[in-house]
C-alpha cells in the first residue's frame, strides 16, 4: 500500500515558474499526493497562475511570511500526509515516476528519512550520494532529494527561523546527531534552480550552529589527533564565512566546547588578513596552504 505525501511548494514572485514545478507534481504516477503551496504574497502573476490548477489536490494559501523557512513550517502544519518533500518554485521533478521509484524498491517501515539524489545546471553530475553526520558538517543534504516522515516535525522541531537561508541543513543536522533512521536511494530525485538563495553563505547558520557542531565533532573524535589537509581546508573555510575574527567570539561559539589549538591559529592568521582579500578564492586557498604546513610544523 502507497504511504501519503505531502508535496510543499514555497513561493514569491515566481510567475515564470510556478505553473513548470506544479506540472511535475502533478503528472507523477504516485496517487497518494496532496499539493500545498505556500506563497508568500506574492506582488506578480504567480496566484493567478496557482489558480489556474483547479484540482482537489492542491491546497493553497497567500499571505506575509517572514522568510523561506516560516513558509515551510507553514507547509508542515497543514500537511496531512505521512510523509513530506519540499520543492522549490524553480525546481522540477525528474520524470513522471520518481515518487513511485523511491517508495516502491523497499519497505518503509521504521524509516525517517529516505533521500536520494539531485542534479543542476551549477555542478556537472549528480549531488551528492549517501550522508554522514561528518560529511553533513562540510555540506547539506539538499532538501530536494530528501522525504521527512512528517512526524519528524514534531520529535526535532520545526525549522529553526533564526536561520534565513540554512535552516534545512541545521534540520538535517539535529536528525543525524539524533539517529533518525534514513535511508539512501540512488535515485535522482529533481533538478534544482542554480540560482537559489540558499548559495549565499547564512552567517548567523555558520557561527550558532555550524562551527558549536563542527567543534565538538573534532573533540569526539579526538583532540589530539593531527587534521588532513582537506580537513583543514574546511576548517578554514568554516572560520573564514563565519567572520570569526577574534578568540574571544571562537570562544563563544564554541559553547563551552574545548577549542583545538589550530582553530586559534586559524583565527589569528585571519584576523591579520583584509576581508576582501581573504574572500578571493586563489587567495584564500594559497594562504590557507602555507599556514597547513606552518600548523603541521608546530604540531610535530
Known amino acids: 500500500m502507497q504511504p501519503t505525501l505531502s508535496v510543499i511548494i514555497v513561493t514569491f514572485n515566481a510567475e515564470t515558474q510556478i505553473e513548470r514545478a506544479i506540472q511535475t507534481v502533478l503528472a507523477q504516477t504516485f496517487e497518494n499526493i496532496e499539493l500545498i503551496i505556500i506563497d508568500g504574497a506574492s506582488t506578480d502573476n504567480t496566484v493567478s497562475k496557482i489558480q489556474l490548477f483547479n484540482q482537489s489536490k492542491i491546497r493553497w494559501i497567500s499571505e506575509p511570511d517572514t522568510g523561506i523557512y516560516d513558509a515551510m513550517n507553514k507547509g508542515v502544519a497543514?500537511?496531512?500526509?505521512?510523509?513530506?518533500?519540499?520543492?522549490?518554485?524553480?525546481?522540477?521533478?525528474?520524470?513522471?515516476?520518481?515518487?513511485?521509484?523511491?517508495?516502491?524498491?523497499?519497505?518503509?517501515?521504521?524509516?525517517?528519512?529516505?533521500?536520494?539524489n539531485v542534479i543542476s545546471k551549477s555542478f556537472k553530475g549528480k549531488y551528492d550520494g549517501q550522508f554522514t553526520y561528518k560529511k553533513l558538517l562540510s555540506q547539506n543534504l539538499s532538501h530536494q532529494a530528501a522525504f521527512y516522515r512528517r512526524s519528524l516535525f514534531q520529535s526535532i522541531g520545526q525549522f529553526n527561523t533564526k536561520f534565513k537561508l540554512h535552516a534545512d541543513w541545521d534540520f538535517n543536522l539535529r536528525c543525524f546527531e539524533n539517529n533518525v533512521t534514513s535511508h539512501y536511494t540512488e535515485t535522482v530525485v529533481a533538478e534544482f534552480g542554480a540560482g537559489g538563495a540558499s548559495r549565499n553563505h547564512d552567517i548567523c547558520f555558520l557561527q550558532e550552529s555550524l562551527l558549536y557542531r563542527s567543534i565538538q565533532y573534532f573533540n569526539n573524535s579526538g583532540q589530539s589527533r593531527k587534521v588532513s589537509m582537506r580537513e583543514y581546508d574546511q576548517y578554514w573555510r568554516l572560520i573564514r564565512n563565519a567572520r570569526v575574527r577574534?578568540?574571544?567570539?571562537?570562544?563563544?561559539?564554541?559553547?563551552?566546547?574545548?577549542?583545538?589549538d589550530f582553530l586559534l591559529r586559524i583565527v589569528k592568521i585571519q584576523k591579520k588578513i583584509p576581508d576582501n582579500f581573504l574572500q578571493k578564492g586563489l587567495i584564500s586557498k594559497g594562504v590557507m596552504a602555507l599556514c597547513f604546513v606552518w600548523n603541521k610544523r608546530v604540531s610535530d
Not at 246 to 260: E, H, Q, R, V
Open 78 to 116: 497543514m500537511a496531512s500526509g505521512e510523509w513530506v518533500y519540499f520543492l522549490g518554485s524553480d525546481d522540477v521533478l525528474l520524470d513522471e515516476c520518481v515518487f513511485h521509484s523511491v517508495f516502491s524498491t523497499f519497505d518503509t517501515t521504521g524509516i525517517q528519512i529516505i533521500y536520494g
Open 246 to 260: 577574534s578568540a574571544d567570539k571562537l570562544i563563544l561559539y564554541a559553547g563551552g566546547n574545548p577549542i583545538p
